[in-house]
Each structure stands twice: as structure tokens, then as C-alpha cells.
């Protein structure tokens, strides 16, 4: 076996034989007993010379709850001059690449918005993902909010019905899907803008109507440290204007990562707490933006900071008289 076959060998799906994503890595032993049970496969007695150790993200899936496929790849030896696997050609990519100079016509890259629905829809609220939350265990997506309301009387995913009970609590298999959430965001701009409209709408809303501090605004007092436990963490930069705070009251804490439901309001407490600026008003900025005191740092992530790469940097400053 040459050194070329094993790296081909490498880029393959043990099930259905084709190349898999490179930035997608699902060993076969992880799933050993699911695939004796669907495929009738033991990948125990799998030779590395000749069998491929990963599976593509589709035949992940099948495992899952997806249909199954009809049968699998059937692998041989490597074969000088006629191997498949090295003589085997390289995947070819849906996006054709253009000279900078070259114009795109819009009508070789429209596509209806409802053949994509499948993909970008919670079937839950049928409505488009809003803050992506998919399942460790079987990859189906659904919103934060559906599959949190989901978790609380029904332990198990809601299309496969995979248990989540054996854990100590089903949302430790939640994480935020950052990537399918911003291919949806692209691809349908509109429906991102009118979600960041609603919330800020939301949050001036709730600010003049509740002049008192909230159920919602901090944990209860209750002794519970996991309040914020499975919340959607951020990182920021807190620092002072250079032209309007002196070095020695910068916070002894530069860099801070702590919940997306953290308010404005709640920072401007922290920094009286830990500076001389106790008795004074403070105005924090986002990109020269003053922020109202009760946005939460998922509103300024979505609106002032366009989900840029963290840390998100604010700025603070004494406010004027």
C-alpha cells in the first residue's frame, strides 16, 4: 500500500464510498453498535489498509433516524495501476470559481426560497431557525426557545425521538449551531433584520413598562448557581475611552466572557463595583454607538457588532453632564 492510497483512504465515507467534508470527523468505532444493528457491519474486524475509518455527515445521519441506505460500499485491496481508490477523482464543488473581473448573473444563482425551507425550518413553529440549537446526539436543529420549551416535559428529540434521560440534563446535548444559523442569515437577510427589529422592539418595551427590576434580569434568590448554566456565552472587551478615563480606573478584568442575556445595565453595575466611578453616570459605546441600559448583549451582538469574530469591544466613559 503506497502513502497516496492511505491519505485517499482518508477522505472517504466508509459506508457509501464517497468523499466526505473535511471539516467533518465521525469515527466508525463511536458507532460500532448502531452499525451492526442497521448495516450488519462489525468495523472491529475493518483492516486500516483497506477500509476507511470515517463516515461522510449523510450515512451520520442514517444512523440517527434518516432512511438507511440500500447497501454499502464493498472495499478491496489496493491494486497497482487500477486501484479505485487512488484512481479515484477529486470531488468536484457546486460553486465555480470567477475571475474578480467577472460579473455574476443573478439568474444563474436564484433559487426558490421554499427548496431550502427543509433545511432552515424548526418543526416545531415551522417558522425559520431563531437562534439555531441542535442536538449533540442525532444533529436535528430546532430554535433556542422551541427546543428548550420541548426539553421541559419530553426528554427525547422531537423528529427522531433518540432519549436524551440517561444524562443529568437533556440540555447539556443542546449547542448553538453558529454556522447554520449564519448561511440562514445570509441567505435570507430580511427575516435576520426583522428578528433584530422585534427584539429591540421587544426590550424598549419591556424597559418602559416594568420601571422595576425584573424576574428576568439576574438569577433568582434562591441559592441556584445554575441559573445561567446552559445560556449562549459571549466574549467581550471592557475598556475605558482613552480620551475620556484615565489608565487607573480601567476594570482589573479587560476580557470577560459571560451570558448573551447579560444587560448593559448589569455592566455598568460591575464597572462601579471594581472603579472609582461609583457615584457617576457611565455611557458605554459599541463601535461609537451609545447603548441603552437594557439591551443585552444579544441585541448589540446582532445589531451594533454584525456577529463579528469575538471578543465583541465596548467602551466606557464618564457621561456627560
Known amino acids: ?10 477522505k472517504l465515507c466508509r459506508l457509501c464510498g464517497g468523499y466526505r467534508d473535511s471539516g467533518w470527523v465521525c469515527h466508525t468505532a463511536d458507532y460500532a453498535d448502531k452499525l451492526r444493528e442497521i448495516y450488519n ?4 474486524e475493518d483492516k486500516f489498509d483497506i477500509h476507511p475509518r470515517y463516515m461522510c455527515l449523510s450515512c451520520c445521519k442514517t444512523l440517527s433516524g434518516s432512511k438507511p441506505l440500500t447497501k454499502t460500499h464493498q472495499w478491496k485491496g489496493h491494486i497497482p495501476d487500477k486501484c479505485p481508490v487512488c484512481t479515484l477523482p477529486p470531488p468536484t464543488s457546486p460553486i465555480v470559481k470567477r475571475r474578480r473581473s467577472e460579473t455574476v448573473s443573478m439568474n444563474e444563482i436564484q433559487i426558490k426560497a421554499k427548496e431550502l425551507n427543509e433545511h432552515f425550518v424548526c418543526t416545531l413553529c ?7 440549537t441542535t442536538i449533540s446526539e442525532c444533529l436535528h436543529s430546532f430554535c433556542k426557545s422551541c427546543i428548550v420549551r420541548h426539553l421541559q416535559t419530553r426528554q427525547s428529540c422531537p423528529t427522531c425521538k433518540v432519549d436524551l434521560q440517561n444524562s443529568t440534563t437533556p440540555f447539556q446535548h443542546l449547542m448553538f449551531d453558529e454556522a447554520l444559523q449564519g448561511v440562514l ?31 428576568s434580569d439576574g438569577p433568582p434568590n434562591d441559592g441556584n448557581t445554575w441559573f445561567h448554566k446552559n445560556d449562549i456565552k459571549i466574549s467581550i472587551s471592557l475598556e475605558p475611552s482613552k480620551k475620556d478615563a484615565p489608565h487607573d480606573e480601567s476594570v482589573p478584568m479587560k476580557y470577560i466572557r459571560c451570558s448573551m442575556r447579560l444587560k448593559v445595565s448589569h455592566l455598568e453595575n460591575y464597572i462601579r463595583d471594581k472603579t472609582v466611578l461609583k457615584d457617576t453616570g457611565l455611557l458605554i459605546t459599541c463601535k461609537n454607538k451609545p447603548l441603552d441600559g437594557q439591551l443585552t448583549l444579544e441585541n448589540i451582538w446582532l ?19
Open 126 to 132: 415551522n417558522g425559520y431557525f431563531v437562534d439555531c
Open 1 to 10: 500500500m503506497t502513502e497516496e492510497h492511505f491519505r485517499s483512504l482518508q
Open 41 to 44: 457491519l462489525d468495523v472491529s
Open 303 to 321: 445589531d451594533t457588532w454584525k456577529r463579528k469574530e469575538a471578543p465583541m469591544r465596548l467602551y466606557y466613559c464618564k457621561k456627560a453632564d
Open 185 to 215: 442569515d445570509k441567505l435570507l437577510p430580511a427575516v435576520a433584520e426583522r428578528e433584530i427589529q422585534d427584539r429591540n422592539k421587544f426590550t424598549l418595551e419591556q424597559s418602559t413598562t416594568n420601571d422595576s427590576p425584573s424576574e
